[in-house]
């Protein structure tokens, strides 16, 4: 309705002379509903009803300190640094308020340092170095590969038995 160059007083007193009829109190009440859905829609915008990652970001900084505690620096160092990275990039995404960003970064964090924990953990069971945190403090590791299990391995199909068959005749 607003032609090109005209006022805003000029269009008001067009709406008024027109068979509207619109009073200057439903004007006001126009306006203050305009701007009200405008603040609104101003405040979705900007993020602020975004929920702080503050679990995700805390789940993943456990997953990186049980990598590190694993030794995955030494055994699984590709897994262990793809998880440093973005677990620093959750980080700063979080102090950046990018709370979308920090809580996908927290989340690859965690599932690269639980790759990184497993597989440093298999690689010193196998290695015959065994592992600290598996098992109990009385468990030897060398003696079962570190497994965590008191029990002895089960015995193999190919084992042969220790006494030589004797032949019946």
Not at 58 to 77: C, D, G, Q, R, V
Not at 129 to 147: E, K, L, P
Request: with cysteine; glycine share 8%; net charge positive.
């Amino acid at each position: 309705m607003k032609i090109h160059g005209q006022k805003t007083a000029e269009v008001i007193s067009l709406l008024l002379k027109s068979n509207l009829h619109f009073t200057w109190i439903q004007i006001q009440k126009i306006i203050l509903i305009t701007l009200v859905g405008m603040i609104f829609l101003f405040v979705q915008g900007c993020g602020l009803t975004v929920t702080r990652p503050k679990l995700e970001v805390n789940m993943a900084a456990s997953a990186f300190i049980a990598a590190k505690e694993a030794k995955a620096n030494t055994l699984a160092p590709n897994l262990y640094r793809k998880a440093e990275l973005y677990f620093l990039k959750a980080k700063s995404a979080y102090k950046r308020k990018y709370f979308n960003k920090a809580r996908q970064y927290a989340l690859i964090s965690r599932q690269f340092s639980e790759k990184a924990e497993y597989v440093a953990i298999k690689q010193a069971a196998f290695s015959g170095g065994g592992f600290s945190g598996v098992g109990t403090a009385g468990d030897s590791s060398s003696s079962n590969g570190g497994g965590g299990s008191s029990a002895p391995p089960p015995p193999s199909a190919d084992s042969a038995p220790s006494t030589p068959p004797s032949s019946g005749n």
